[in-house]
């Protein structure tokens, strides 16, 4: 059964069997910053690889860019995060500590220190991290690391369509890091200052904006269902006016119920021609699109899918946290849906001091490794042990090569045992990739 689990729980597993550990933690670590350990990269790759087979290589309406990082500080003007990409921050007078405005109650004493009624004013903190670009430390070197992926999106807009001339609608997706000077991140890596996006934007005809946007709803709920997310936890929250960016014609927040509580996941706005506007009033270069079929050329229109990686992360490890009870002794184990597992599969010899069980637990190993690339090899501990080990990181299938596979009526055939039900059963060796798939 599923169970409801804490952020304890997560964050000690995470970093117990190699998902995610403090950054720069040797040194004493950085706040705000996270490393992915081999079982994190491979799970990061996986939703990656998901989120782009589903919105970018299985669409015929959708293409992709990788901008840069670095870019034309007038980007950061034109879309408004220089003057208004801030949060409220507030600073205790005792201690110094400084906190979101918004994540403070300043009837109860400091967090950090104790003290009662010490917090000051709030004021807005710019969140963009700030540098120069080439030898010359002045106004015009100042670049920002992206804050966002999307205006890499937008200030290539023009070249996909010269280069490409798409039919309209039409979107371009990206995938990469962005960075937040965050005041006070928190819940290990769900608000932290350096995180991934993917992120789409999707360029339509002004007319056809509700029918795109019911469908990019209907699209996101298909993906999030792949990821393994129940529907029971994911909530659909119309953001009203009051709350909603100033570009936005209507938004809606994704959220999920994370171990934290109920949180945003991912956003799906209407943004309008807000940033497209922005690009052509201060570069002074036509966005507009051509029809095809000879109508009034416009500028399109824009709506925006934006997803959090690490969030997703977060959320996929909590869904797929599951207890049951084995041989009367508690389980605990991820049960990830086998296209997101880090490791498809685990070999093992029965026995790692019997060299006839390695040599053919090698080749076996071999052959699924060329077959389906996540395959790990284990011969540490006891099988039951390696069983328990192998579940908790969430592999699909353990296979064993014991004395049966060498010899008799079982020869060339091995044990495969599946995480979710513990169930075992004998393979031909030359059946087994077919079983696996």
Known sequence: MSKDVSLETIVSLCKRRGFIYQGSEVYGGLAGTWDYGPLGVALKKNIMNLWWQTFVDDREDMSGVDAAVLMNQKVWQASGHVDTFTDPMIECKKCNSRFREDHVDQSKPCTNCGERDSFGQ??????????????????????????????????????????????????????????????????????????????????????????????????????????????????????????????????????????????????????????????????????DYRPKNGDAPFVPHVIEPSFGLERMIMAVLSAAYTVDEVNGEQREYLKLPTHLAPVKVAVSPLLKNKPELVEKAREVYAMLKKEFGNVMWDDNGNIGKRYRRQDEIGTPYCVVIDFDTLEGDTKDTVTVRNRDTTNQSRVKISDLIEDLS
């Open 122 to 287: 709030p004021k807005q903190f710019n969140m963009m991290f700030r540098t120069n670009v080439g030898p010359v430390d002045d106004d015009s070197s100042i670049s920002y690391l992206r804050p966002e992926t999307a205006q890499g999106i937008f200030t290539n807009y023009k070249n996909v369509v010269d280069s490409f001339y798409p039919d309209l609608p039409f979107g371009i997706a990206q995938q990469g890091k962005a960075f937040r000077n965050e005041i006070s991140p928190r819940d290990f890596i769900f608000r932290s200052r350096e995180f991934e996006q993917m992120e789409i934007e999707y360029f339509i005809h002004p007319d056809n904006w509700e029918k795109e946007f019911d469908q990019w709803v209907k699209d996101i709920e298909v993906f999030l269902s792949n990821l393994g997310l129940p529907a029971d936890k994911v909530h659909q929250l119309e953001v009203p006016e009051d709350d909603r960016a100033h570009y936005s014609k209507r938004t809606i927040d994704f959220e999920y119920d994370f171990p934290i509580g109920k949180e945003e996941l991912l956003g799906l706005a209407y943004r309008t021609d807000f940033d497209l506007g922005n690009i052509q009033r201060v570069s002074g270069k036509n966005m």
